[in-house]
């Protein structure tokens, strides 16, 4: 049973920084694709960011590149997103997600099979 558990989450002033955590337990991850989701309230849920667990291009929404980052650490099989410079349009609860096929684009939701809780960003002006 795959499980994500995020954290890392909290209110930050504009202009500042956070990075959420994602515990990732149960699965073969190596061969999985991870994505950072965010979802403000009354919009619909929106891709973030992206990569394979094994390595090699990451892919990020127009709105976040250059101020995003994803990463993982293989020994703690965790994933990261370094969120800086950020801006109050960023607000919004933070999922975690685990796509264990090939099939479908890195940046829609419908194709991750498993999914965290998520956290909350709060970001003030």
């Known amino acids: 049973q795959v499980h994500l558990v995020e954290s890392g989450g909290g209110l930050v002033q504009a202009g500042g920084s956070l990075r959420l955590s994602c515990a990732a337990s149960?699965?073969?991850?190596?061969?999985?694709?991870m994505g950072w989701f965010r979802q403000a309230p009354g919009k619909e849920r929106e891709f973030v960011a992206s990569?394979?667990?094994?390595?090699?291009?990451?892919y990020y929404t127009d709105s976040v590149k250059g101020r995003f980052t994803i990463s993982r650490d293989n020994a703690k099989n965790t994933v990261y997103l370094q969120m800086n410079s950020l801006k109050t349009e960023d607000t919004a609860v933070y999922y975690c997600?685990?796509?264990?096929?090939?099939?479908?684009?890195?940046?829609?939701?419908?194709?991750?099979?498993?999914w965290g809780q998520g956290t909350q960003v709060t970001v003030s002006s």
């Open positions: 997600a685990a796509k264990t096929t090939y099939s479908g684009t890195y940046s829609s939701a419908l194709g991750y099979d498993y």
């Open positions: 149960g699965g073969t991850f190596s061969s999985y694709r």
């Open positions: 990569m394979r667990w094994s390595g090699g291009s990451t």
